[in-house]
């Protein structure tokens, strides 16, 4: 999954940077608002990690403004501060946590799983069962079948499971699919229907759920 990372010490942007990416998740880091909040506008990001006093845009005004845009991307706030006043600003605005300096960064682990389950997928636990028998494991971003054996998937299978995992029982545009699988690359339809196909190949033809003019989604089971 991706986040972004905005925070201007530069000991604690490596550290975060190449901890969480040692985890498995993609990671933009910043030093300055403004550049942390034209990149959210560039690319799709699944988490914001913000530190609130940083050059720039603030962090607290980086969130007003996307939220004035309505992005509901969720948000952890990195501070030092400790005046009860300056927390409540971030959970009026929405914030989904707080996490203080200087912190273990075991404790951002567990928070930044949790904020992903919670948020995207609806459950605290690390799997999340699909329908007929599939189930996905959140932490490590891999599917199974039905007798529990990992489903072999290329990268961008991978991503669009994710994708369409995170989005649960909700249709995913083909748009917005080539937006977040394919980021900049040039992509077609065509492309993208033949990634369903070759998933579909790999689970079953009623894995994926599409509706002509809407897109497509994988159910939850009941």
């Not at 937006?179 to 998933?199: F, L, T």
Request: glycine share 4%; hydrophobic share 35%; net charge negative.
């Amino acid at each position: 999954m991706k986040i972004l990372l905005l925070e201007d010490d530069v000991a604690y942007n490596q550290s975060i940077k190449e901890y969480l990416e040692s985890l498995g998740y993609q990671v933009d880091a910043f030093e300055d608002g403004m550049d942390a909040y034209y990149a959210i506008y560039e690319k799709s990001y699944h988490l914001l990690l913000l530190d609130i006093r940083v050059p720039g845009l603030d962090g607290y005004e980086l969130m007003k403004k996307l939220k004035a845009d309505n992005k509901d991307t969720p948000v952890i706030f990195i501070t030092s501060l400790t005046d009860i006043n300056n927390l409540s600003i971030g959970y009026e605005l929405g914030c989904s946590d707080y996490i203080k300096k200087p912190f273990a960064l075991k404790e951002l682990k567990y928070r930044v799983e949790q904020i992903l389950k919670l948020y995207y997928f609806h459950t605290n636990s690390d799997k999340v069962l699909l329908f007929e028998g599939y189930s996905y494991d959140v932490k490590n971003e891999l599917l199974y079948d039905n007798s529990d054996i990992v489903v072999d998937l290329t990268n961008k299978e991978k991503q669009l499971v994710l994708l369409l995992v995170s989005n649960i029982n909700n249709y995913v545009s083909i748009d917005r699919i080539k937006d977040e699988v394919w980021n900049d690359s040039y992509v077609n339809d065509v492309d993208v229907r033949m990634c369903i196909k070759n998933i579909r190949k790999k689970t079953s033809k009623d894995f994926i759920v599409s509706q002509r003019g809407v897109g497509y989604r994988v159910v939850k089971s009941k």
